[in-house]
């Protein structure tokens, strides 16, 4: 193993950490938009359970 390709554990973090603190909004707004998908279809499951109830 050459000593060029080593990667030390705390660069490999600095890196992760540069990277999410260059995209953490799009992430956020990633993250948000994903919950609010989820939400709106346990709603539309609710409904339509409700649905079946009352016929």
């Not at 993250?31 to 079946?52: P, R, T």
């Amino acid at each position: 193993m050459s000593a060029d390709a080593y990667i030390s554990h705390n660069m490999v973090r600095q890196r992760a950490v540069f990277e999410f603190e260059k995209y953490k909004e799009k992430v956020i707004e990633a993250i948000l938009g994903a919950f609010a998908n989820i939400l709106q279809s346990f709603e539309d499951i609710v409904k339509a359970l409700e649905g079946d109830r009352i016929q």
